[in-house]
């Protein structure tokens, strides 16, 4: 008698955990499918805020961009790529550095309509920056940070006007100027492993939203297409 008279409670507790567990498996594959297509590459018409901008910049821009876009409508950062990514013959990508670019090299610019965070979570506040390539320092600060030394830097456009190569001393100085600390506000490059051109890709080991861009890469007399894959949204696994 004692047992029978657990018995409703045991099959109600067994109905409970059953839909419990469902409804945490409806969740994850509600959430994973979420994620696939939180994110969109959307073209840009419209050439860059001139105004906002350096005369010694503005110029090097194309006249059009792209953007990432969250959802439907909400613009995360609106991207201008430099015409040309000019190099010098000595350049060559090799290790852990993925990209034949110039450190402190000019790249582009990237509005934030809204206040954003960097790949370190630090927050960018609204506003227009330059973007510079720049390399993770080999040192035991940033070991295991990121599987790339490749890193754009971002920096403010009113502080940064000059199109001119930066040295690290430099690029790492205006930077800061972004998150106000001792570290620079910076976005993660990646290995391309996606296709095309203008595409987005969630890496969910990660919780990152790579973008995948291509840029005209220029070496000695020679020009040809550059794909680069940028980490927009998310931070280091620190």
């Known amino acids: 008698m004692f047992a029978a008279s ?3 409670a045991l099959f109600r507790l067994g ?3 059953s839909f419990a567990a469902g409804s945490l498996l409806l969740a994850a594959v509600c959430v994973e499918s979420t994620r696939a297509q939180e994110h969109k590459v959307e073209k840009l018409d419209s050439a860059a805020p ?3 901008l350096s005369p010694e910049i503005a110029p090097l821009l ?3 961009g792209f953007k990432l876009v969250r959802g439907e409508s909400r613009t995360i950062c609106e991207i201008w790529l430099c015409k040309e990514w000019p190099v010098d013959n000595k350049v060559e990508a090799a290790g852990a550095v993925i990209y034949p670019l110039n450190p402190g090299q000019l790249v582009g610019v990237i509005r934030y ?3 954003a965070a960097d790949f ?3 927050t960018i506040p609204s506003g227009v920056y330059t973007l510079r390539y720049g ?3 080999v040192d035991g600060a940033h070991v295991g940070t990121s599987p790339t030394r490749d890193f754009l830097v971002v920096s403010p456009a009113e502080k940064d ?3 001119a190569l930066l040295d690290y001393k430099a690029l790492v100085a205006v930077g800061k100027e972004t998150s106000g600390s001792a570290h620079p506000a910076i976005l993660s490059l990646q290995r391309p492993a996606a296709e095309g051109d203008l595409t987005v890709r969630e890496d969910a080991d990660h919780e990152w939203t790579v973008v995948r861009f291509t840029g005209q890469f220029k070496q000695g007399e020679t020009t040809k297409p550059l794909a680069v894959e940028a980490v927009l949204v998310g931070v280091a696994a620190e």
């Open 6 to 8: 657990f018995r409703p």
């Open 113 to 115: 309509p809204r206040r």
């Open 120 to 122: 370190r979570d630090q």
């Open 161 to 163: 006007r000059d199109p």
């Open 62 to 64: 194309a006249p059009t």
């Open 15 to 17: 109905i409970s955990v």
């Open 50 to 52: 001139a105004d906002e």
């Open 135 to 137: 390399h993770q320092p």
